[in-house]
């Protein structure tokens, strides 16, 4: 059987078929053909994502809020080991191989109301991925508030797994993030061991971090919290700013490799709560 061709992170991908949500001053737009993404997030009518086509984004990289798993950041040069055995996935960004499969592969919707948008996925069991399993993820609104979950179980082949997200939100005008501490990166640009104390931005950085991360934009704030404790954060672009958390490092599955077994599951969520 042929592979698979790899979607780069830097190929463009069209939104497909758009579903709405909506309960007052908060409406979403899901875009499950395109990665399980949102593809816009308005609140009291004013977008805060970067959409699709602005500032030329039309790269799977470069808009919405998607989905990074079955890992989050970059592997270097897509090689790791797990249990003895070797491994090497695509290079999907120069080198490496780039946030998971989840946000270049089509969703299926498995349920849709104003409130709620549950989304599945069969993780490919290829050179992409060659463990399969199986993804889920629900987007959930209430009032100015949006949760998002996401979960990743194991099929028959145990699996190293990191979930996250990666929102791209219009540039705030100010950022409150104060984190314990953060990966130095090296000279490939990817996170390394031991940790060090935060330095000053601009950043594109994994930090540790417990405490809400808040924007400021247009007179609006924006607080984030998570139950992920490495954070993300991409402020070097003049027009966004990302702030994602995720269960593991860059690289995870060479620093810090978390693995579930067959039929288990790891899980996380991340809240966006608007005043």
Known sequence: MAAEPTMLATDP????PLLELGTGALAVTGAPAAGGRIAQIAVDGEPQLVGHGEHGSTAAIAWGCYPMLPWAGRIR???FALRGAEYRLPATLGDHAIHGVGY???WQVVAHAPDRLELALALPEDARWPFGGHARQRILLDGRRLRLELEVAAGAQAMPVVLGWHPWFRKPQRLEF?????????????????TVPPAPG???DC?????????????????????CRHWVVFDEPAHA???????????????????????????AWFELAWD
């Open 207 to 227: 930090f540790l971090n417990q405490a809400p991360v808040v924007l400021h934009r247009d007179g609006r704030r924006l607080r984030l919290t998570s139950d």
């Open 202 to 204: 601009p950043w594109d």
């Open 13 to 16: 991908l069209a939104p497909g």
């Open 77 to 79: 040069r897509g090689r």
């Open 104 to 106: 270049v592969l089509p």
């Open 241 to 267: 700013t990302c702030v994602e958390p995720q269960t593991g490092p860059a690289d995870a599955f060479n620093l810090e490799p978390r693995v579930i077994e067959p039929g288990q599951a790891a899980s």
């Open 178 to 194: 104060a984190p314990g501490a953060m990966y130095p990166r090296d000279a490939e640009g990817i996170a390394v061991l031991p």
